[in-house]
């Protein structure tokens, strides 16, 4: 059973801060890694995704990618209140097939 | 800008009624998926298709139907609804490659009484 493990939160910053998201998954084949933000009553909205080791940067966010560990984090620079959402974290699944694994997500808020 | 389109946001039906729901997608992608969403249990896939008239089932398909006639459509059907099919029922799109990328639409929020 592929599966995508994040702390459901909430996991409360200050603003200004870094918030920093964790997210493990189960299957070592996965090649594919997405951060998906998420605010209440509206659809995920694709803000990350990483295929390789290492950090990807993309303005305040950064994720981070551990293949040997089955880890991937999203690190937010500067949070803004406009920040607090819930955040799912996906996993594509190894081979042909064009699937994600979500896991539950983690919803951050931002104090101001 | 990838546009992915539901046709509903709002819907209310009742207890064994036939519900359709429409996806329409405008990147011209090959993959098209139907998810629902319920706190606590995330989202969950309930059939996706590869291509023009080609579907697989999910994780959760009983209860379910869908059909792709056309490349940028992909419909689910609720046979006959009941009310632990109510939810937050999101469409997306992502075309093939590496990526895996997918791109949802606004979703609908059905009840079901």
């Known amino acids: 059973q592929k599966e995508v493990e994040q702390n459901s939160g909430p996991l409360s910053v200050p603003e200004g801060a870094i918030a920093s998201l964790n997210c493990t998954y189960s299957d070592r084949g996965s090649q594919s890694f997405f951060w998906y933000r998420q605010y209440s009553g509206k659809s995920p909205e694709l803000i990350m995704s990483i295929y390789s080791n290492g950090d990807k940067e993309d303005g305040r966010f950064t994720a981070q990618l551990n293949k040997a560990s089955q880890y991937v984090s999203l690190l937010i620079r500067d949070s803004q209140p406009s920040d607090s959402a819930t955040y799912l974290c996906a996993v594509g699944y190894g081979g042909a097939t064009n699937k994600l694994i979500f896991g539950t997500g983690t919803l951050l808020a931002v104090q101001p | 800008d990838v546009k992915v389109t539901q046709s509903s946001r709002y819907l209310v039906k009742r207890t064994g009624e036939k519900v359709f729901l429409e996806c329409v997608q405008d990147m011209d992608h090959e993959n098209m998926f139907w998810y629902r969403q319920d706190p606590g249990l995330g989202l969950r896939l309930i059939y996706f298709?590869?291509?023009?008239?080609?579907?697989e089932k999910g994780d959760i398909p009983e209860g379910y139907s869908v059909s792709r006639e056309k490349k940028e459509r992909f419909s689910l059907i609720l046979e006959s609804a009941s009310t632990n099919q109510t939810s937050m029922y999101l469409c997306a799109s992502g075309g093939n490659g590496q990526g895996y990328e997918q791109y949802f639409g606004p979703g609908t929020r059905l009840t079901v009484t």
């Open positions: 298709s590869y291509d023009v008239k080609m579907k």
